[in-house]
């Protein structure tokens, strides 16, 4: 089983639709989490952490559940320029450094 | 610098060709992550360094993979007699021992011919 798991669409959505992922992980001793942003040719960039009480940033809404384990992301309001692929990224917990990625979910949005 | 600066950003090299990546790092940062993506894939993990210390080598795929830290700034990926299957991007990472998220470089996209 990978550590962390996502569907990798693609998601077609119209534009300003609402649209949500979400990401599977193994490791219960996982101790952040976060969403990277990845567009075509570029390198990942972050977009948000997320925090088990769950947080917001504009359009963007993650929330962690610990105990099932997943993650999700939430976009509203979806534009042109969210089209990129997701990547669910979790830390190891006990100090350990490093990110492992899920293997990203692709997102479309259409005119 | 301002960012993580990665080359060269493109390298096309021959089958059993020797290749060297470079990755300097943010000024300050102590940890300094590889990542290999393979097309349609999320980065996987090669190695870590705390300053010049490699403190994970796990994720090296062979004994070709090679990697130096070895004044705690840039980093070097060597990768010896390259194959085909060591096509992907390179990317580099550096964060401040682990806080405050971590910034990538562009990458350095090898393909193996």
């Known amino acids: 089983r990978k550590e962390v798991e996502q569907d990798p669409g693609p998601f077609n959505v119209p534009e300003g639709a609402t649209v949500a992922f979400n990401c599977t992980y193994s490791?219960?001793?996982?101790?952040?989490f976060f969403w990277y942003r990845q567009d075509c040719r570029k390198e990942p960039k972050l977009l948000m952490s997320?925090?088990?009480s769950g947080n917001e940033d504009g359009r963007f809404t993650a929330q962690l559940n610990r105990a099932s384990q997943y993650i999700s992301l939430l976009i509203r309001d979806s534009k042109l320029s969210d089209s990129a692929t997701y990547l669910c990224?979790?830390?190891?917990?006990?100090?350990?450094?490093?990110?492992?990625f899920g293997k990203g979910t692709h997102l479309i949005i259409q005119p | 610098g301002a960012g993580v600066s990665q080359s060269p950003r493109y390298k096309v090299a021959k089958r059993g060709q020797d290749v060297a990546l470079r990755c300097d790092p943010i000024?300050?940062?102590?940890?300094l992550f590889w990542y290999q993506q393979a097309l349609g894939q999320g980065p996987e993990f090669l190695t870590y360094?705390?300053?010049?210390?490699?403190?994970?080598k796990s994720g090296l795929p062979s004994d070709r993979f090679f990697a130096e830290r070895p004044e705690g700034s840039v980093s070097t990926l060597k990768i010896q007699r390259t194959q085909q299957e060591d096509s992907a991007v390179y990317l580099c990472?550096?964060?401040?021992?682990?806080?405050?998220?971590?910034?990538f470089g562009s990458g350095t996209r090898l393909t193996v011919v």
């Open positions: 990472a550096s964060s401040y021992r682990g806080r405050g998220g971590y910034t």
């Open positions: 490791n219960s001793a996982s101790q952040s």
């Open positions: 997320v925090y088990s």
């Open positions: 990224v979790v830390t190891p917990g006990g100090g350990a450094d490093g990110l492992t």
């Open positions: 000024s300050g940062h102590v940890s």
């Open positions: 360094f705390q300053n010049e210390a490699q403190l994970d």
